[in-house]
């Protein structure tokens, strides 16, 4: 009986040695979640300082963005044209000067070679037809050639204009016959006629007969021909 006292006693003892050790390591556990709590709190804090860094950032992206917004496009005003006004040419001293006419509908005048040559610089067809190239020179350079200017009170339809080649002695080598297209009223038009007598020959263009058309051609216009005469 004393033995199992004394037994008891002693694991009574033992018992009360071992307790506080074993509370104390019970304990210790309780300081640990207070550090993970602090640092969580840290971790939360730079989560903070990043997401303020992040909104400093959008905060200066949105100050260019209005700086941007701000500058105005300088808006170019057009001065209006100024509106021209054309006023109609005026209409030349009629008759022409120099010109010709045996019944006041018809006038018409021969160009001396000065002023065939400055109604040529105005007038393409003009310059075209005294260009024109026979066995590689002018037309009129290699043939006898004359002109007529002509213009017509009321205008024509189209023109017919004949005239003969004749030398010295008005004997006749050949007929020019010349169909142009249509004039307004006092439109002057020069004509070139060209025969195809050799220049050498020094044959000339006379006896022009002028006819102003009101009617439809009945021939091919513009249309050259040239009749020599049968010897």
């Not at 009629?94 to 045996?102: A, I, N, R, T, V």
């Not at 590689?136 to 009321?154: D, F, I, L, R």
Request: glycine share 4%.
């Amino acid at each position: 009986m004393v033995t199992r006292l004394k037994k008891f006693l002693v694991i009574l003892i033992a018992f009360t040695l071992l307790t506080p050790t074993a509370m104390a390591a019970t304990k210790s556990p309780t300081p640990k979640p207070t550090a993970k709590a602090t640092a969580k709190a840290t971790v939360k804090a730079t989560t903070t300082a990043t997401a303020s860094a992040k909104a400093s950032t959008k905060a200066t992206t949105t100050a260019k963005a209005t700086k941007k917004a701000v500058v105005k496009k300088k808006v170019v005003k057009r001065k209006p044209r100024k509106k021209i006004s054309l006023s109609p040419s005026p209409r030349p001293n009629w008759p022409l000067f120099g010109f010709k006419s045996d019944d006041g509908e018809i006038w018409a005048k021969i160009p001396t070679a000065e002023e065939l040559i400055g109604n040529a610089s105005n007038n393409k067809n003009l310059t075209r037809e005294l260009g024109r190239l026979v066995d590689g020179v002018p037309v009129c350079e290699k043939y006898s050639c004359g002109a007529v200017q002509v213009a017509s009170e009321n205008g024509c339809t189209w023109w017919d204009i004949t005239a003969n080649v004749s030398d010295s002695t008005k004997a006749i080598f050949g007929t020019i016959r010349r169909t142009v297209g249509t004039s307004e009223p006092r439109q002057m038009v020069t004509v070139l006629l060209a025969s195809q007598e050799d220049i050498a020959k020094e044959h000339i263009v006379t006896g022009i007969n002028i006819t102003c058309h009101h009617d439809t051609p009945d021939t091919k216009v513009p249309f050259t021909q040239y009749f020599p005469v049968e010897k």
